[in-house]
T-cell receptor
Framework: NAGVTQTPKFRVLKTGQSMTLLCAQD?????MYWYRQDPGMGLRLIHYSVGEGTTAKGEVPDGYNVSRLKKQNFLLGLESAAPSQTSVYFC???????????FGPGTRLTVL | KQEVTQIPAALSVPEGENLVLNCSFT??????LQWFRQDPGKGLTSLLL?????REQTSGRLNASLDKSSGRSTLYIAASQPGDSATYLC?????????FGAGTTVTVRA
């Protein structure tokens, strides 16, 4: 039981490049989330999904897109990376809306 | 918008001392509240989840209380150990999301 895994662990991009972060969970959870963590800002919700095929905007969705084609996977895309998107990205999942959220190990992204 | 404040921002104690970490939040209409631990460069580990109908929750040396009406939660860690050194985050849940404070960074000296 791996829990929540994230790929890749580290990535460096140049401004304007695109990339996709992958989150996978093996707990059969319905809800999945993407957060970013920045010094002095805490963790902020980017997008979330309440089930396969659904997505919704969180607190800071601009510049990101997401997809949930399979229940176990939640993808976060950056179409045109900007230096302001330099951050640590965390994925989380939970069984229900109010259940315990379990977090992945994070992806450290640097945009030059 | 939910605002979460954690006091103190940092804490250094000798091994064996009890820890008291405070969390306050502005919107009391929450469904639950989670306490997390984060080690440097790592993800978040869930410690406790308190439902809005509960007053406290315990797990081993950890005890968390919740006073929803006043917008406060406190995490108590008994008989601290060097392995307890980490950043502790409080996160109330409402509007389909957790809102996080900046955390309390704890150092337990051997």
């Amino acid at each position: 039981n791996a829990g929540v895994t994230q790929t890749p662990k580290f990535r460096v991009l140049k401004t304007g490049q695109s990339m996709t972060l992958l989150c996978a969970q093996d707990m059969n959870h319905e809800y999945m989330y993407w957060y970013r963590q920045d010094p002095g800002m805490g963790l902020r919700l980017i997008h979330y999904s309440v089930g396969e095929g659904t997505t919704a905007k969180g607190e800071v969705p601009d510049g990101y897109n997401v997809s949930r084609l399979k229940k176990q996977n939640f993808l976060l895309g950056l179409e045109s990376a900007a230096p302001s998107q330099t951050s640590v990205y965390f994925c989380a999942s939970s069984q229900g809306a109010e259940g315990t959220q379990y977090f992945g190990p994070g992806t450290r992204l640097t945009v030059l | 918008k939910q605002e979460v404040t954690q006091i103190p921002a940092a804490l250094s104690v000798p091994e064996g001392e009890n820890l008291v970490l405070n969390c306050s939040f502005t919107d009391s209409a929450i469904y639950n509240l989670q306490w997390f631990r984060q080690d440097p460069g790592k993800g978040l580990t869930s410690l406790l989840l308190i439902q809005s109908s509960q007053r406290e929750q315990t797990s081993g040396r950890l005890n968390a209380s919740l006073d929803k009406s006043s917008g406060r939660s406190t995490l108590y860690i008994a008989a601290s150990q060097p392995g307890d050194s980490a950043t502790y985050l409080c996160a109330p849940f409402n509007d389909y999301k957790l809102s996080f404070g900046a955390g309390t960074t704890v150092t337990v000296r051997a």
